[in-house]
């Protein structure tokens, strides 16, 4: 591999511990022009990287395609890699740095997707207006939480909100009490001030939210140009199209980096019932303190969660709870649930029939 230019690469993102596994990994990869590079979008065939200085295209080896998709995984966003170039003037993916930390998230049939790699601070970003829903911010908190990313609230459109403190009071009421809320107008210059703690040199932060939630908009006023399209939200509901199609890192002017990412239609966080934990803190410390060890926080007496979250919180744990236990089903477990409702449907039936005499 080449020597690493550290002050070059920091600027797309380069990290000690980042600089110290490419070289662990590049002992590995007999290729001497190999270079370090880092994707900033990936396409159906083709991947777009950066080398701290210019941006180009490329493709990945079949046989790093081939391991990656045995493995269940893919090239994301974020990723740092090994590309070297072939005879005819073509750019190789030839090796992939194992992700220092990663998001993924899960689609509505239980397929996994990554969605960025190597990120520091996660934005969750969601609109003072239409967009506002608690419960789809602890979904996105989720995702984030046990990733080793640190996850931040921004609640766009302040400048439409009529009562911005009554907002950011509900969501303290529900949210981790550490988790930091900022609520902005996105379009204008103090955002990027409010943010600057986040947006260091050699960091990379990426924006979480729903279409129309203001992503691309803070992403231009991160850069200080209009680089990304961003478009109006229908006047019913406040939903946004979808203006952004694909992942995409930026560099910015202080030397960090922003992924802008599309909005998601579906939500379903990947991992298991340690991570909801980490998402729904409040909870997992006040079961601690229920009467019976399995307490399942619903109808047992002597119940202390009930009793101090908001029922729409614990409803949303539950929902969340439900979802992630069947995403870790095997085969066989979820063809006995299947059995198991059927039978107490049968039994349903009979029952309503002894009571109608019939």
């Known amino acids: 591999m080449q020597d690493l230019d550290f002050e070059r690469l920091r600027r797309i993102g380069l990290s000690s511990a980042v600089a110290q596994a490419l070289f662990n990994l590049a002992s590995e990869e007999e290729n001497e022009n190999a270079r370090a590079m880092r994707v900033i979008e990936v396409h ?12 180009f295209a490329a493709r990945l080896l079949p046989r790093l395609y081939r391991a990656l998709a045995d493995e269940g995984d893919a090239i994301a966003t974020g990723d740092w890699v090994l590309a070297e170039p072939d005879a005819h003037g073509g750019l190789w993916v030839a090796e992939r740095l194992p992700p220092l930390a990663s998001l993924a998230r899960r689609d509505g049939d239980g397929r996994r997707h990554a969605v960025v790699s190597n990120v520091d601070t996660a934005l969750l970003v969601m609109g003072l207006d239409g967009d506002f829903n608690p419960r789809r911010l602890e979904r996105f908190l989720a995702i984030v939480s046990g990733s080793g990313v640190w996850p931040v609230v921004v609640l766009s459109k302040a ?15 529900r949210l981790p009490a550490d988790l930091p809320v900022h609520a902005l107008d996105t379009q204008s210059a103090s955002a990027a001030q409010a943010l600057e703690p986040y947006l260091g040199a050699g960091q990379t932060v990426v924006l979480l939210g729903s279409s129309g939630a203001g992503k691309s908009t803070l992403t231009n006023t991160l850069l200080g140009e209009a680089t990304q399209d961003t478009g109006a939200v229908r006047a019913g509901d406040q939903r946004g199209r979808h203006t952004t199609t694909a992942r995409s890192l930026h560099l910015l002017p202080g030397g960090a980096c922003v992924i802008d990412t599309p909005g998601v239609r579906t939500l379903r966080p990947d991992g298991d019932e340690q991570v909801l934990d980490a998402a729904f803190a409040d909870i997992a410390s ?9 307490c399942g926080h619903q109808g047992e007496p002597g119940c202390a969660v009930r009793a101090a979250v908001p029922a729409d919180r614990l409803h949303n744990f539950h929902k969340l709870q439900r979802e992630l236990r069947r995403d870790t089903m095997t085969a066989l477990d979820r063809k006995q649930e299947v059995s198991l409702w059927k039978a107490r449907g049968r039994a349903a039936r009979v029952h309503m029939k002894a009571k109608r005499g019939e």
Not at 44 to 55: A, C, M, P, S
Not at 159 to 173: F, G, H, N, P, Y
Not at 286 to 294: E, K, S
């Open 286 to 294: 006040l079961a601690a303190h229920c009467r019976f060890r399995d």
């Open 44 to 55: 159906r065939e083709t991947v777009q990287l950066h080398d701290g200085e210019r941006q």
């Open 159 to 173: 400048d439409l909100c009529a009562d911005v403190d009554a907002s950011v009071a509900l969501l303290r009421e």
